[in-house]
């Protein structure tokens, strides 16, 4: 299985969102996407987009200033 | 209907549409940000441009802000925040100096920029309409506008309001 990674680091809102989107039309059902980013905003953000489209979060985390997230393809 | 959406998810798929009426830099945000990010959750989104609104469907954007009438607006500057007050705007190059200092803080803090998030609209299948009444009024042609739009009026912005689940005006 490839790895799926989106750098979304030093984006504001909405591009994490935006570019995550794009990225996941290219991740086959079932896998992850890895996304970074250093918008805070982003943590409540990829929690809402996943409840929204029905993606599931795997796990949302931060280490320092960067925000990590693992969002499954459904 | 694409092969790939169930009918399920087509019964559940929420919409929105949107009034955009200013065509200043600006304001020319929320409804951009609000559109583009809705598409992006799979919410299907309409936006009517309509009297300032539709500069910010032209094929040349050149958007800028005023401090006229926004009596709220400061500018970070130098660790400090500096005010606007409306009568500055009758200094000649205010306006424009407000706007190069808010393009520079758009680039500095990775804040999308206009010219983006129209081609992310267009790109999520973003329904345009461009107002007929106010392309004759202000005498713009179709052809003066970005490729992809369609042409309507109010009543065509009705029939999309009554099945939106949200209808916002900006």
Redesign the interface.
């Given at each position: 299985m490839a790895e799926h990674v989106l750098n979304a680091e030093?984006?504001?809102?909405?591009?994490p969102?935006?570019k995550?989107?794009?990225a996941l039309k290219s991740v086959p059902q079932g896998e992850i996407l890895v996304v970074t980013s250093t918008?805070p905003g982003s943590v409540a953000d990829f929690a809402?987009?996943c409840n929204?489209?029905g993606n599931e979060l795997v796990s949302s985390s931060n280490e320092g200033n960067v925000y990590r997230f693992e969002i499954k393809r459904v | 209907m694409p092969d790939n959406v169930t009918h399920e998810e087509m019964d559940n798929a929420k919409s929105m549409s949107i009034i955009v009426t200013k065509g200043t830099l600006d304001w020319a945000y929320p409804p951009f940000i609000l559109a583009t990010t809705a598409a992006a959750m799979d919410i299907n989104v309409t936006m009517f441009f309509t009297f300032y609104g539709l500069a910010l469907l032209k094929k040349d954007l050149d958007l800028k802000i005023s401090t006229l009438g926004n009596p709220a607006m400061e500018m970070p500057m130098m660790g400090m925040h500096m005010a606007m007050p409306n009568i500055v705007s009758v200094i000649p190059g205010v306006d424009r100096m407000a706007t190069t200092m808010m393009k520079n803080l758009i680039k500095k803090k990775g804040v999308a920029s206009i010219p983006e998030l129209r081609e992310a609209a267009v790109d999520l299948d973003i329904r345009i309409i461009a107002c007929q009444m106010t392309l004759d009024l202000f005498e713009l042609k179709q052809e003066d506008m970005i490729d992809g739009i369609e042409i309507g009026g109010a009543a065509t912005y009705m029939e999309t309001a009554t099945k939106s689940d949200i209808n916002l005006y900006i």
């Open positions: 030093g984006l504001n809102c909405p591009l969102i935006l995550a989107k794009k918008d809402a987009f929204q489209t | -």
